[in-house]
């Protein structure tokens, strides 16, 4: 199938594309005679579509179609024979759909060299927006494989920082996307693309050329429900990872949320951030509230509208509005904080790690019964207090079964009640900036 089918769910539900608001719909580019309706790249599966002032993709939408993923593990020999180490891949290449200069190409990703012929690393990766392992589904190898290459072309990427591309934004598409599981029928619509702020870096490539690199990326889920009294109804998920905090910090010049960090979002803040209008459907169909007096309806433990829910696993999901949630404070609300941790002991010293937590509340807190999970799942509930300003280290054997895994991982701590109180992320390239054996700051909000 070549580009977006909005009618791909179900014949009983349509998902339009988005729509631009005044000051975004000026920045589409635009071409009658080659792009679909002027302004669409149709590709297998998916459909993309530029921004001509940044020159990379204002959204990609895909179809996919879980029943009909590859596991390459269940025709290797085949795979190895046909494709060898390429399966799904090609080498990065222009869509014939636009010109040179209209999308960023391979000079604003490559390393480059200083005027005294330095190495000057890029920490930007070309970001798939429709991802090649999610795109890779079809009737047979041939089709899989093509669908795989389809989605190698410069305007299908973005500046995405190594961290994000290689660590969280990769678990988001693998994890929930690639494994989603809230759906009645096998089949998902997919938005996805950059968000971009009021500071955002650039990459330079001379005195005057710059790429701009996106302070976040969204993804957008559309589904057909398979709840109860919901069934065969529109299901929708909003996500967004930040990879820069300036681009949401509130009045007082604090951090509203930590980058490096999956959140479940509204379409309402997506819209506000990225000036796409996804429409009343998927606006009523997403569960997370985003105004105050909405809240007010639930019996639930909410703290603040819009909700902005961090997500490790399918197990945090709030897959209706009705569901069972935990409320989320602003950073710099919270007064116990995960404030550092001992991730990589020097060597010969495994059993040294440790987590930190910081009470910097005026008063004593009690932490019994709290619970403190790694990125997997795993649980520790531990007893004891922090006065106030003081810190509380869990270390050794009070720290199992938590892990501090040196490629990457997260935790979060909640209260007695489940309600999130503080979480924290990290991959390999963060511990690169200490040395071995040196504790990790985590970010905080302030």
């Not at 973005?158 to 961290?163: E, T």
């Not at 109860?228 to 996500?239: C, N, P, S, T």
Request: hydrophobic letters at 35%; one cysteine or more; a neutral charge.
């Amino acid at each position: 199938m070549t580009g977006y089918d909005p009618n791909f769910i179900s014949d009983k539900i349509s998902i339009p594309m988005p729509t631009f608001g005044r000051k975004l719909a000026g920045s589409v580019f635009q071409d009658d005679a080659v792009l679909r309706e002027g302004i669409y790249s149709d590709h297998t599966h998916f459909t993309v579509v530029v921004n001509k002032d940044t020159k990379q993709p204002v959204f990609a939408a895909v179809n996919i179609d879980q029943t009909k993923f590859v596991d390459s593990r269940d025709h290797k020999e085949e795979i190895e024979r046909r494709f060898g180490k390429k399966f799904g891949k090609r080498g990065w290449r222009r869509s014939g759909d636009f010109p040179k200069g209209a999308v960023l190409e391979n000079e604003y990703y490559k390393d480059r060299k200083g005027p005294n012929g330095e190495e000057i690393p890029n920490p930007y990766d070309r970001g798939h927006m429709a991802m090649r392992f999610n795109n890779m589904w079809g009737d047979s190898l041939g089709a899989v494989h093509d669908a795989g290459k389809a989605t190698f072309i410069w305007a299908n990427a973005a500046l995405q920082h190594k961290n994000l591309n290689q660590d969280e934004w990769r678990a988001l598409e693998e994890d929930i996307v690639r494994d989603f599981m809230d759906d009645a029928n096998d089949r998902l619509s997919v938005f996805t693309g950059p968000i971009y702020g009021d500071l955002d870096r650039h990459v330079h490539i001379s005195a005057s050329e710059s790429g701009r690199a996106p302070a976040g990326f969204f993804k957008v889920i559309c589904f057909q429900s398979k709840f109860e009294g919901r069934a065969d109804e529109l299901g929708v998920l909003a996500f967004a990872i930040f990879q820069d905090a300036s681009v949401l910090r509130d009045a007082k010049g604090s951090a509203t949320v930590k980058t490096d960090r999956r959140y479940q979002v509204t379409i309402k803040e997506l819209s506000n951030l990225t000036g796409l209008n996804f429409g009343k459907k998927l606006f009523d169909a997403n569960p997370l509230i985003y105004f105050a007096d909405s809240a007010e309806k639930l019996d639930r433990n909410v703290f603040r509208v819009p909700e902005r829910i961090p997500v490790d696993t399918p197990d945090d999901l709030v897959p209706v509005q009705d569901h069972t949630r935990s409320g989320v404070e602003d950073l710099r609300e919270r007064e116990i904080v995960i404030n550092s941790a001992m991730i990589d002991p020097k060597p010969g010293q495994q059993a040294g790690e440790w987590v930190s937590l910081h009470n910097r509340g005026s008063g004593r807190r009690e932490l019994n019964d709290w619970v403190l999970t790694d990125r997997v799942g795993r649980k520790l509930v531990f007893k004891g207090a922090i006065n106030s300003g003081e810190s509380l280290r869990i270390s050794g054997r009070d720290l199992d079964p938590v892990k501090l895994p040196n490629r990457g991982g997260s935790l979060m701590l909640r209260d007695r009640d489940g309600v999130l109180i503080d979480h924290v992320t990290w991959n390999g390239n963060d511990l690169k900036r200490v040395e071995r054996g040196m504790a990790y700051l985590f970010e905080r909000g302030q």
